[in-house]
């Protein structure tokens, strides 16, 4: 069985590392990218089924920018934005702006692999 490929897209190293073995041993394949250009570069080379997305990336590059940059860099794929904000306004923006989730870092790892899967089998 083939397993659904991730991108996650996250500036903190070591939270990047935990989602990334976490995800891993959760029967995910896993690619990471630093922050949005090497994101789009990412998504071009290895087509994650999802990208998960931090909110607040540095530079200015996070948020709806980068999901509408992903989404237009790599139709159809989906975005799932990560988050510490939890501000109900942000979700709004990440929403409208194509992204299929709004998780709030820290969200336990079942969890959030189930999210993943859950987006992934709806299409």
């Known amino acids: 069985m083939t397993r659904p490929r991730v991108l996650i897209v996250e500036?903190?190293?070591g939270l990047r590392l935990a989602l990334e073995h976490?995800?891993?041993a959760e029967g995910f394949d896993v690619a990471v990218a630093p922050?949005?250009?090497a994101?789009?570069?990412?998504?071009a080379e290895v087509r994650p089924h999802l990208v998960l997305l931090d909110w607040g990336l540095p530079n200015g590059t996070g948020g709806t920018a980068a999901c509408r940059r992903l989404l237009r860099a790599h139709p159809p794929g989906q975005v799932v934005m990560l988050t510490g904000r939890s501000e109900r306004e942000a979700e709004r923006e990440a929403l409208a702006?194509?992204?299929r989730a709004f998780?709030?870092?820290g969200i336990p790892l079942d969890a959030l692999a189930a999210?993943?899967?859950r987006l992934l089998a709806s299409g």
């Open 11 to 13: 500036d903190d190293p």
């Open 22 to 24: 976490g995800l891993d």
């Open 35 to 37: 922050d949005a250009d």
């Open 39 to 43: 994101g789009c570069a990412r998504a």
């Open 97 to 99: 702006a194509g992204a």
């Open 103 to 105: 998780l709030t870092k």
């Open 115 to 117: 999210e993943l899967r």
